[in-house]
């Protein structure tokens, strides 16, 4: 018999201190209700895509809008995801990861994690707080986009499909071209 044992978010981060996952080489791991789970290889449609939403965000968030980061974890109640982009409140984190509560937008670009991004890390960042939420549908050339957390689920969904340009609550200027986006496919 074999007894799954579950880490809570401090256990994580120690072993991270301590280099306890250098063993798996250049593998992601995320720490996700409590259990290590290593994140699939990202192809390169999943890169193009992250490429796109990385110089968006920098070209349309200044440094005094937002810092941008890019498939960097944060601290979200016991689990430790590593979200593919970061809108962050502006200022230096230094040694300190953010917390939930420090983003300002977060995306998640979905191929092959379309189920779970729509469901359990919905369900995980919204629990957090997390202000707003993008997933990029690859397959389905759809962004949803999830606001307004009551604390355990996002209340306001919404799906755009190109023509649309949608921007983030936090900088209403900053325009997505979902045609430009979902042009490479």
Known sequence: MSTAVKLTGAEFDAMVERGAFQVVGS??????????????????IHDDYIEFLT???TQNADPSIANIRVQSGFICDDDRPEPDVL????RRYGRVKPSASDILLLMEVS??????????????????GVAEYWVIDI?????????DSNGSTYRQIEIATPPSRPAPLCHPPAELDLEKLFEVR
């Open 139 to 147: 397959p389905n050339s759809r962004l949803h986009r999830m606001t």
């Open 27 to 44: 593998k992601k791991i995320e720490l996700i209700r409590g259990e290590l789970r290593f994140m699939n290889p990202a192809g390169p």
């Open 87 to 90: 809108w962050l409140k502006p």
């Open 111 to 128: 191929d092959s994690s379309l189920t779970n991004d729509l469901r359990e890390k919905a369900d995980i960042y919204a629990r957090a």
């Open 55 to 57: 110089r968006w965000s």
